[in-house]
């Protein structure tokens, strides 16, 4: 029926010329994905009711029908949603909010036991549970099996089944834990198939429906579910508070936490039990992809701002619920968006943010913090290279200072492995540091502060050279040649030891 | 129980020949790449890609419509070339999402399994939106589009169903592949610093292998649904690494399980719910779906090496650690008996070694009775006393020690 629609799509040509090149495949692509708004007028009214997205706005007046594919809503719309004046409204903002806290929780562990996708895993191994649940339930009454509980007790029995059976693969063989991830979830998904065709040619009838009924649809979350998120988080939540430390020891270091005698594997069962929890919930309230979403991304953002599980926990909580109420509010402000797609895409959007600008492992940080190194260490070498170069000159005439000798870029070109063009952009640093003067046409020259600047990394570098020679027996992973700090880290007998080797060696460093 | 399964399997015809011929090419076709996929430990990459390529096919859906309306193409070439379309942004996101992840993981130090979930969760979210954005009114079903089903093969030109020719061809392509670059493939998977320094490049090796790998689960979801596509790229490798350590052995009897998968998938689904149901009140259960009962048999042979496997099964390992245990403990009691004539230095007997905890008893008394039986020590009255072979025994085992120890 629908293809019918599509071939009525009126031609936009004349909007731009016809011109046949890769370009404007990408311009047409980007034309048809974001601004036809044709089609939006042909959108029959039905297919907003039927799913995801909640329809809260009012009708439009119908002359900007044409034109409404997004458009902004009424003042009053935002207002009603934003302070949860709808019952709908306000059941799936709390329903995904107090979910995407207790995922956020629960995935911090998850992300740092380096089990992420292992919510994906209980998610699809819920499958079989579920049929066999039914199945059992239409066994001993038939026209039963469809008791709720008891679906979600057989869908967290064999989630954690998949989830025991891949801890086992992989402690007990050599395969690794992405294969083991990977067989449990086809195995346990092939079997939970077989299962639902055998269930759908049952005689009985009472199973029609029962992948939707237990799959659930982050618009059609409804008040019991609501109530039973509650419950799963503030389990989770009180579960986190109470076992902190151990769920932390156990992630970074399960060793050093059995060798302490805590029960490991009871705690990890603790842990991997409300991961369960929060899977099953998830998946009846909200479906498959937001669970696995939101137990992944808030953890993965939550890790580029802190080092601290504390901050990181809270983070990663914060992260979760704000994505589930940009979300929800959105696709109710914009009936257009469904909901769940809308809440991972803000998660995702909230992690690229982090990604950037983590302020602990955030990518611009640590690009700064690796340039701003790459150029101290290039001053160094500079400013040791036009040591070497000045002092040779020195040589004959050790009465003038290091100041008084000009160095060109040629002198010092070959004193190191770097291009010109590295020199050029270290002899600009060093320049606007005031440790070199430019004198146009023959050079440059050390001012009074690079003087003792190029003497004092000239000294640290020979003495470490020196430490190395004499002392590497000792520790030679205190050697930081380029560091200025080789007082703070040896001994000062043990400097002025070296200084006097180096003295009797490069007797000139005595004098200046 | 015989006749029900003869009768199960009675109705084997041509068709049932074909479903399994296609689904073992597919299975085949699937496994070859996905040994190197386990090597490198991105097993999980079949789920995430049965995912990422929904966009892919919105996308490539909406652009094929595009040059339709914006007339650069005519409406029949377009309604021609829209499987090509929707395969070409299938394989595209596939490649995508797996450069993404790479990018992910190697720009932000995420852990790999994280940065797969942030990656396929919103490439899928993307899709889902897009769906409902744009092509609200259009039928996209993805799981049509996606997920074809092995049981509907249709046979097609000269006889041979189209799926299986699909499917076959996937495999020869891969197999040359594999053949063409296999030490390239190898040194990458194993040690890609080494490649590097060989000249290989293990970056693009990787790409290579990500695209091969998107290109054959794309295909092969069309042509065999999912479920089998994601249970087949791992588990017969992995299978086979249990039975195995050498990888031209390991690939050969990789493409073994998959093709005895695929047979006695099949020829389980047309007997077990039956067998199983029949007996449960439900006699018109005669059949289950085949791809579901493939990934179940893939995962049941999994269990069998897991046990069974010789060097690496869990009993062979088991029998491995109790045999040491048991040698351990026999050096132990003779030890014991040993330093305890020494110290006593008059008479011969001593009272038998009590059993400690780190041996456990039931080790204990076996280890006595074997001493006994191969005469190293003797019972007497007061409890066990060394004969003249067991004193050169253990008097053996010390130098050895302390050779061991010198050394």
């Known amino acids: 029926m629908s293809f019918q629609r599509q071939l009525d799509w009126p031609s936009k040509t004349g909007s731009f010329a016809v011109r046949r090149s890769a370009m404007q495949t990408a311009i047409c692509l980007l034309f048809i994905v974001w601004s036809n708004q044709e089609i939006t007028a042909q959108i029959s009214p039905h297919s907003e009711a039927s799913g995801q997205g909640h329809q809260t706005t009012s009708q439009k007046p119908a002359g900007s029908l044409a034109d409404n594919r997004l458009a902004w809503p009424a003042a009053a719309d935002v207002k009603r949603v934003l302070l949860m004046q709808d019952y709908n409204t306000r059941i799936v903002l709390w329903g995904t909010t107090t979910l995407g806290l207790a995922a956020g929780i629960t995935g911090t562990f998850l992300l740092l036991r380096k089990r992420s996708l292992l919510g994906d895993v209980v998610g699809h191994a819920s499958l079989p549970g579920v049929a066999i649940a039914f199945l059992i339930m239409e066994l001993r009454e038939p026209q039963s099996g469809k008791w709720l509980p008891g679906l979600l007790i057989g869908a967290s029995i064999s989630g954690i089944a998949g989830m025991v059976s891949t801890v086992i693969i992989r402690s007990c063989t050599r395969i690794k834990e992405d294969a083991a991830l990977a067989i449990t979830l086809g195995a346990f998904y092939g079997l939970g198939i077989v299962l639902f065709t055998i269930i759908q040619k049952l005689p009985t009838g009472s199973q029609a429906g029962l992948g939707n009924f237990i799959y659930g649809n982050t618009a059609t979350i409804t008040q019991s579910e609501v109530d039973l998120i509650w419950r799963v988080a503030i389990v989770a939540i009180v579960a986190a508070g109470l076992l902190f430390k151990e769920f932390g020891l156990l992630c970074f270091d399960e060793q050093f936490a059995s060798s302490q005698g805590w029960p490991v594997v009871l705690l990890d069962l603790i842990l991997m039990g409300l991961v369960v929890a929060v899977c099953v919930i998830g998946l009846r309230s909200v479906g498959l992809l937001l669970v696995v979403a939101l137990l992944i991304i808030p953890a993965a953002s939550a890790r580029f701002w802190t080092e601290k599980l504390s901050h990181m926990t809270f983070c990663a909580a914060v992260i979760g619920v704000v994505s589930c109420y940009v979300g929800a509010v959105s696709s109710a402000l914009f009936s257009r968006l469904a909901a769940g797609a809308v809440i991972v895409l803000t998660g995702s959007v909230m992690f690229c943010a982090s990604l950037c600008f983590g302020t602990r492992r955030g990518v611009l940080l640590r690009w700064y913090t690796r340039r701003r190194l790459n150029q101290r260490i290039a001053t160094q070498q500079l400013l040791l290279a036009i040591f070497e170069t000045v002092e040779t000159a020195l040589l004959p005439n050790p009465q003038q200072a290091l100041t008084d000798v000009t160095v060109t870029l040629e002198d010092l070109l070959p004193k190191r492995s770097w291009t010109a063009k590295q020199l050029r952009r270290s002899l600009h640093e060093a320049q606007k540091a005031q440790y070199l003067a430019s004198h146009p046409g023959r050079g440059h020259r050390l001012t009074a502060q690079g003087g003792r600047a190029a003497h004092r990394a000239a000294r640290n570098h020979r003495l470490w050279e020196l430490y190395l020679l004499q002392h590497a027996d000792v520790a030679p992973g205190h050697v930081d040649r380029d560091a200025d700090r080789i007082e703070q880290i040896l001994d000062p007998e043990i400097i002025s030891g070296l200084e006097s080797a180096l003295f009797k060696k490069y007797p000139q460093m005595a004098a200046s | ?407």
Not at chain 2, 166 to 180: F, K, Q, R, W
Not at chain 2, 312 to 323: A, D, E, F, N
Request: glycine fraction near 8%; proline fraction near 3%; hydrophobic fraction near 55%.
């Open chain 2, 1 to 407: 129980m015989f006749t029900e399964i003869q009768h199960g399997l009675s109705a084997w015809g041509s068709f049932d020949t074909w479903i399994v011929i296609t689904a073992a090419l597919a299975a085949m076709a699937c496994a070859l790449p996905g040994v190197f996929l386990v090597l490198r430990q991105q097993s999980m990459m079949g789920d995430a890609l049965s995912h990422t390529v929904l966009p892919g096919i919105v996308l490539a859906f909406l652009m094929s419509y595009g040059l339709r309306n914006a007339e650069w193409i005519s409406p029949s070439t377009q309604l021609a070339t829209l499987p090509l379309f929707l395969f070409g942004g299938a394989v595209v996101l596939g490649v995508v999402s797996a450069m993404l992840t790479e990018f992910v993981q190697r720009l932000g130090h995420v852990e790999s399994s994280a940065a797969l979930g942030v990656v396929f969760t919103s490439l899928f979210a993307f899709g889902l939106l897009l769906i409902r954005l744009k092509a609200d009114s259009v039928h996209i079903d993805p799981d049509c589009v996606l997920y074809g089903n092995v049981e509907t093969v249709k046979l097609g030109v000269a006889g041979v169903p189209r799926a299986t020719a699909m499917v076959g061809s996937l495999l020869v392509v891969n197999l040359t592949l594999v053949l063409l670059f296999y030490k390239e493939l190898t040194i990458s998977a194993f040690d890609p610093s080494l490649a590097t320094t060989l000249g290989i490049r293990a970056r693009i090796m990787h790409y290579a292998l990500m695209a091969t790998t998107a290109a054959t689960l794309v295909a092969a979801f069309e042509s065999v649904g999912s479920i089998l596509v994601i249970t087949m790229l791992v588990a017969p490798a992995a299978t086979a690494s249990l039975l195995t350590d050498r990888l031209p052995i390991r690939l050969v009897v990789t493409l073994a399980i998959a093709f005895i998968t695929a047979l006695v998938g099949h020829a389980m689904a047309l007997t077990l719910p039956a067998l199983v149901f029949s007996r449960l009140g439900f006699p018109e259960i005669k059949d289950a779906s085949t791809a579901g009962m493939m990934a179940v048999v893939a995962g049941m042979l999994f269990i069998l090496a897991m046990f069974f496997a010789p060097r690496h099964g869990m009993i062979s390992k088991g029998l491995g650690q109790t045999r040491l245990a048991f040698r351990l403990a026999c050096h132990d009691q003779l030890r014991a008996l040993y330093q305890a004539e020494r110290k006593t230095s008059l008479g011969a007997t001593v009272e038998a070694t009590a059993w400690t905890k780190t041996q456990g008893f039931i080790l204990h008394y076996l280890a006595t009775w074997s001493l006994i039986l191969s005469q190293q020590i003797a019972r007497t009255a007061k409890g066990h006393k060394l004969t003249s072979r067991g004193k050169r025994a253990i008097e053996q085992i010390i130098t050895n020690v302390s050779d061991d120890t010198s050394t």
